[in-house]
């Protein structure tokens, strides 16, 4: 019975852990103003543990939160393409 209970337990401790990280996540998304506010000395900090010139973690990080990447993103219209049902 003890055992039963300590199952229990741990399942109801794993969905609050779930459900928790799942609301924290979205909070430590990144901005470009973030991305843009990094002190020379967190960028050294940074470029040291990856293994990245800071001057190089900054201007990958302005291409990665601050510009917009159109091209990839964009879809081209394809008319003589049509969709194919997966029910047939």
Known sequence: ????????????????????????VPALAVTCEEAR?????????????????????????QQAFCERQSSSVAMTDRPDRRSKSIWR
């Open 1 to 24: 019975m003890a055992g039963r209970n300590l199952i229990h337990r741990a399942i109801q401790t794993a969905a609050v852990a779930v459900t928790l990280g799942a609301f924290a």
């Open 37 to 61: 506010s990094l002190s020379a000395g967190q960028l050294a900090y940074w470029g040291q543990r990856l293994q990245v010139p800071p001057q190089k973690l900054a201007a990958l990080l």
